[in-house]
């Protein structure tokens, strides 16, 4: 075995996306000596993960970079480093930089939060395949057949790539399958949330001239960003705990005051942001649920904005007429010898209809029940009972301080989890200005003499 020990304190991060490394980075900024954290990455690439791996110049960020800092506590750690890497390029931090641009601030924080405390930090490009509590901490079983020992291990695994549905007709976008086209054909995209949006800015780039089908069982857009301060909501006005349809009232009747008064619909989204994770919680099993299957769809779109130069030209591309967006339900697709033929519903329609095209891009979620779970540490946890999937099944269960819950309702003195994973308890818990507070949150937790 090979062990962290010697330290008197030790963390090993599985999942070296985002969310372990603001982890490292949050750890890293303790000043004890004795600390000592390794990251696990099976890609070998850190701070990349499924967001910011992203190949295309318009694979953007979705938070304008004043929101993008590593530290809730330095919210112009991003925007410091952006001026510093591109001197002039950007006026404003009002900006949506590519992705792959964060991922590289990303891993240059963690080369920095290493060398700035040497000997600390150890990063592994491994797969964590099994993880088990011992009496002193936790042992860690990787695919080369080796383990980590440690006093307490963090899962950051986030999100679950589903593989695309159609048993493999369907592609996923930036997967080995997605392959060029010829830029005349027909396509189709299933879903028409952000990752769509990355599935047409492929294409895009690509030269893409034939047409694109959009189909989403809501036909939903996701809506533009535009430069507005948060509307300073008082905790105390927030119907907490209210029925899904008194909320929506509230909330309906707060975006008519703010419009009325000049202001815009976006600053109350934004203004509602700091008790997003508290009016989830407060709602019982059944309301979550009502807004999962009613409400998500129009909450994302809305919360989860374009940078206005994509979303015009989003929008540009429908009205000429290549994109089309078709409320349906996807039904089935089959390979054809040229191409492929997927079947839909349309919405309110009771009639199937075929359409072939050379391509169907799987644009659909990407948060999986945990007890499908494609990763085969997930798979153990869950299959040993040592971990539980959350009540509405989104996620992995967790206590108020992200410790890992078994099956027995037990909560883990040595396991926790951080990031999406989460969002059965959090909910708002995908986007960085979310994760780093969380980071920092459980960071403190593990530093605490009595938690560790
Ligand atoms: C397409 C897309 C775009 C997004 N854009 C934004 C944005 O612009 N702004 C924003 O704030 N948020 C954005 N998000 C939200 C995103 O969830 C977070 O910003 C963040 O990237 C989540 O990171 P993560 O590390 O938790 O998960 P992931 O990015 O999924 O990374 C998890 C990592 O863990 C590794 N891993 C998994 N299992 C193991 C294992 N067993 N052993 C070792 N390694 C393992 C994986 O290889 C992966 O690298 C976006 C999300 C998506 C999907």
Same mark, same amino acid.
């Given at each position: 075995?090979?062990?962290?020990?010697?330290?008197?304190?030790?963390?090993?991060?599985?999942?070296?996306?985002?969310?372990?490394?603001?982890?490292?980075?949050?750890? !890293?900024?303790?000043?004890?000596?004795?600390?000592?954290?390794?990251?696990?990455?099976?890609?070998?690439?850190?701070?990349?993960?499924?967001?910011?791996?992203?190949?295309?110049?318009?694979? $953007?960020?979705?938070?304008?970079a004043r929101g993008m800092s590593a530290f809730?506590d330095d919210p112009e750690h991003f925007w410091r480093w952006l001026q510093?890497?591109?001197?002039?390029?950007?006026?404003?931090s009002?900006?949506?930089?590519?992705?792959?641009?964060?991922?590289?601030?990303?891993?240059?924080?963690?080369?920095?939060?290493?060398?700035?405390?040497?000997?600390?930090?150890?990063?592994?490009?491994?797969?964590?395949?099994?993880?088990?509590?011992?009496?002193?901490?936790?042992?860690?079983?990787?695919?080369?057949?080796?383990?980590?020992?440690?006093?307490?291990?963090?899962?950051?695994?986030?999100?679950?790539?589903?593989? &695309?549905?159609? $048993?493999?007709?369907?592609?996923?976008?930036?997967?080995?399958?997605?392959?060029? !086209?010829?830029?005349? &054909?027909?396509?189709?995209?299933?879903?028409?949330?952000?990752?769509?949006?990355?599935?047409?800015?492929?294409?895009?780039?690509?030269?893409?001239?034939?047409?694109?089908?959009?189909?989403?069982?809501?036909? !939903?857009?996701?809506?533009?960003?535009?430069?507005?301060?948060?509307?300073?909501?008082?905790?105390?006005?927030?119907?907490?705990?209210?029925?899904?349809?008194?909320?929506?009232?509230?909330?309906?009747?707060?975006?008519?005051?703010?419009?009325?008064?000049?202001?815009?619909?976006?600053?109350?989204?934004?203004?509602?942001?700091?008790?997003?994770?508290?009016?989830?919680?407060?709602?019982?099993?059944?309301?979550?649920?009502?807004?999962? $299957?009613?409400?998500?769809?129009?909450?994302?779109?809305?919360?989860?904005?374009?940078?206005?130069?994509?979303?015009?030209?989003?929008?540009?591309?429908?009205?000429?007429?290549?994109?089309?967006?078709?409320?349906?339900?996807?039904?089935?697709?089959?390979?054809?010898?040229?191409?492929? $033929?997927?079947?839909?519903?349309?919405?309110?329609?009771?009639?199937?209809?075929?359409?072939?095209?050379?391509?169907?891009?799987?644009?659909?979620?990407?948060?999986?029940?945990?007890?499908?779970?494609?990763?085969?540490?997930?798979?153990?946890?869950?299959?040993?009972?040592?971990?539980?999937?959350?009540?509405?099944?989104?996620?992995?269960?967790?206590?108020?301080?992200?410790?890992?819950?078994?099956?027995?309702?037990?909560?883990?003195?040595?396991?926790?989890?951080?990031?999406?994973?989460?969002?059965?308890?959090?909910?708002?818990?995908?986007?960085?200005?979310?994760?780093?507070?969380?980071?920092?949150?459980?960071?403190?937790?593990?530093?605490?003499?009595?938690?560790?």
């Amino acid at each position: 075995m090979n062990f962290i020990g010697q330290s008197a304190k030790s963390v090993v991060i599985i999942g070296g996306g985002a969310s372990g490394v603001l982890l490292a980075a949050h750890l !890293l900024r303790d000043p004890d000596p004795d600390l000592r954290v390794t990251l696990l990455e099976r890609q070998g690439q850190f701070g990349q993960g499924l967001a910011y791996s992203a190949r295309h110049r318009d694979h $953007r960020v979705n938070v304008p970079a004043r929101g993008m800092s590593a530290f809730a506590d330095d919210p112009e750690h991003f925007w410091r480093w952006l001026q510093r890497r591109h001197p002039g390029r950007y006026e404003s931090s009002w900006v949506f930089v590519a992705r792959r641009l964060y991922g590289t601030y990303l891993e240059e924080l963690l080369g920095e939060a290493g060398e700035h405390v040497p000997g600390r930090l150890r990063v592994l490009s491994e797969e964590a395949v099994a993880l088990h509590e011992t009496e002193g901490g936790v042992e860690v079983l990787l695919a080369n057949g080796t383990s980590l020992a440690s006093h307490s291990a963090v899962l950051a695994v986030g999100h679950e790539t589903q593989p &695309a549905r159609g $048993r493999g007709i369907a592609v996923r976008v930036g997967s080995e399958s997605d392959t060029p !086209l010829d830029p005349d &054909a027909p396509v189709m995209i299933l879903g028409s949330g952000l990752s769509m949006v990355d599935a047409w800015v492929g294409l895009c780039e690509a030269q893409h001239r034939g047409p694109i089908t959009v189909v989403s069982r809501n036909g !939903l857009l996701p809506t533009a960003h535009r430069d507005v301060t948060p509307l300073v909501i008082d905790a105390a006005d927030v119907p907490f705990g209210a029925s899904m349809t008194e909320l929506t009232h509230w909330f309906r009747a707060l975006v008519e005051e703010t419009t009325r008064q000049g202001g815009d619909w976006r600053s109350v989204v934004d203004g509602l942001r700091p008790y997003n994770q508290r009016l989830w919680q407060s709602w019982p099993g059944q309301e979550k649920r009502r807004f999962l $299957r009613h409400l998500r769809p129009w909450w994302n779109i809305h919360r989860h904005r374009l940078p206005p130069d994509l979303h015009a030209g989003l929008v540009r591309a429908i009205a000429q007429g290549q994109v089309k967006l078709v409320a349906a339900e996807f039904v089935g697709i089959e390979q054809l010898a040229d191409g492929v $033929r997927a079947t839909i519903r349309r919405r309110g329609g009771s009639s199937r209809e075929t359409m072939d095209v050379a391509r169907v891009y799987d644009c659909g979620g990407v948060s999986v029940d945990v007890r499908a779970s494609g990763n085969p540490l997930i798979r153990q946890l869950v299959q040993s009972g040592r971990a539980r999937p959350d009540t509405m099944c989104i996620g992995l269960d967790v206590d108020d301080s992200c410790a890992l819950i078994a099956e027995d309702g037990q909560a883990s003195s040595r396991t926790r989890v951080v990031g999406p994973l989460t969002r059965g308890r959090y909910f708002e818990i995908e986007a960085v200005p979310d994760i780093r507070v969380q980071c920092a949150n459980v960071a403190r937790s593990l530093l605490a003499p009595a938690k560790v």
